[in-house]
Every structure is written in C-alpha cells, then in structure tokens.
C-alpha cells in the first residue's frame, strides 16, 4: 500500500490534530464540505476535526439507513450537538432497503450499500448543497483488509482505483486513514471526546447489515437489532475489544412448550484485541453465556438457538459479513 500507517507508539495527538485540521482546511479551501457521521469512534473524531478546520462551512449529516442500533440514530445527533456541532438527521431507510432487496451475497450488499450511501444520498447532498468534498473516517486497517482481499470495506474508494470525482462528484477526504483504532481513540480523547464516545466499541460502517448473513430485510434487521440490544446490555462492563450479534441465515429446530419451533439462530462474538489485525475469543464466564441465551430466545422473536464464537482472528474475522 502506498499509505503509511502511523503507529500509536509513534502517534503525537495535539501535533496530529494541528496537522490535520491544517490539511482539511487546505484541500476544501473556501468552499463548503460534506461530513458523513455514522456515530463510531472514526466518524466521530473526524466529525470533530473537520468541525475544528471548517467550522459553519462544514455540514454534517448523520443518514439514518434503517440498519442502526435501538435509539442509535437520535442518540448520536444528539451527543455531537452537545458538542457543539450541528448534525442533520437524513432518513434513507426506504432506500437502503430498495437496494439491499434479493441480495444474499456479501460483495453484493457492500456494493448495494456503497452505491446508495455515496451515489444516491451523499451524491444528493453534495449536490444541494455546492459542496466540493466529503468527509469520511476511513482508518488504516480498512484499507489493509480491502486491498489484502480479507474484507471489502464499503468506505474503501480510492484505494481500488475509483475515481471519486468522476463516479460521484466530489473528492473524498479522509483525516484518520494512516491510524488504527487505537491511535483514533488517542486523537478522540485529546479532542476532549467524552469517553464514553472514544471508546465506544467499533461499529461497521454497513451498520447491521454486516451482522445478517443473507438477505437483508426490515424484520431480519430487527432480530439483530434485538439480539445486539441484549448482547450490549449484558456485556456493556467487559473489558473486551468488540462485542456483537449475528443473525444466521437457516432456520434451525427448536422446541418450545413440548414442541417443534422451526426458528432463527443468532451466534454471539466478543473480542480481545489490540487492533483488529489479530483477535481472541473473550473467555466470558459461563454463566453470563447462559443469561444471554435465555434473553434472546425469550425476546427476540422466533429466535430457538444462541451459539458462542470460539475461533481466533484468523481464520475468523471480527465481523461475520
């Protein structure tokens, strides 16, 4: 790759933050720039870097695509507010739906959500608004996955070759992609991040849909939503890299009331890492294993089997999707 990764050991904050704000400010220029929030860690501190450089000429828009955690959507544009950056709320639902509708295939929903998310939404409100760029927080390991052929992720543009401002009309900016999460969380925390936002666990950028395997609907969301709400509750005071739900895509059989439940099987994953490259199953007492099955078999609807991830990264990785 032709990116340099700046290690956390090697990672000054203040200096990084002074020097990115000054390269933001330079590559916009006086035009006005558009900043994609998604509420994780990387969209978050990027949010507020360019808000640092750009100040009003920066918009910001948090795209509610249906594929969210419980609340997440209001809970994000509120935090930033609380920042003191104004965030707009878009609501796509229908139109990531549209997109991801009869595609089981994992390739072809990350395409489905690329295309509607900087095509269609994003292409729109560049285009409304003149602005010239987008702001987007791209890190160091989703470069490293997309062009090892591990992963595609769907932020990953230039690094394969896309033109940005012939495919989309806009050029795409993207302060964080020489850092891993770790160093994001430094930048976050010197930013004057509340904890609770730098060290929030990672979140995809295909949001949900990366944690349904095959077609991705509004009910199948749901279920994972469900089971994620659950999973976050119990396990929200781990001291663990990463933690989700994956809703499967065969029905399994299941009993309920002496008989048989043809249902969903949801398998949870909760991660020890230092940076995603290489990654451990949390050993989890067993019994908190046990509260989070009986909980989702009892209130996510349709839902017969819950299963633990044992196996490492590699041959796993963190993400089922």
Known sequence: MSITEIKA????PQAFIEDQCRSIAEQVGDAKAVNALSGGVDSSVTTLLAHRALGERLLTYFIDNGLMRQGEPEAVVKAMRDLGVPVTLVDARDEFFAALRGKSDPEDKRQAITDTFYKAVFGRLVRESGASSLLQGTIYTD???TVAGIKRQHNILAQLGIDTEAAYGYKVIEPLIRLRKTGVRAVGRALGMPEAMYNRPPFPGPALAARVIGE?????IERVRAATAVVEQELAGVDAFQYLAILHEDRVTGMRDGRRDYGWQVEIRCWDSEDAVTAAPTRLPFD???TMAQRITSEVPGV???TYNIT???PSTIEAV
Do not use: G, M, Q, Y
Not at 9 to 12: E, P, V, Y
């Open 9 to 12: 050991s090697d990672l000054d």
């Open 143 to 145: 470069v490293e996955e």
């Open 216 to 220: 991705v609907t509004p009910e199948r």
């Open 288 to 290: 908190r294993l046990v």
């Open 304 to 306: 017969v089997s819950v």
């Open 312 to 314: 490492a990264k590699p």
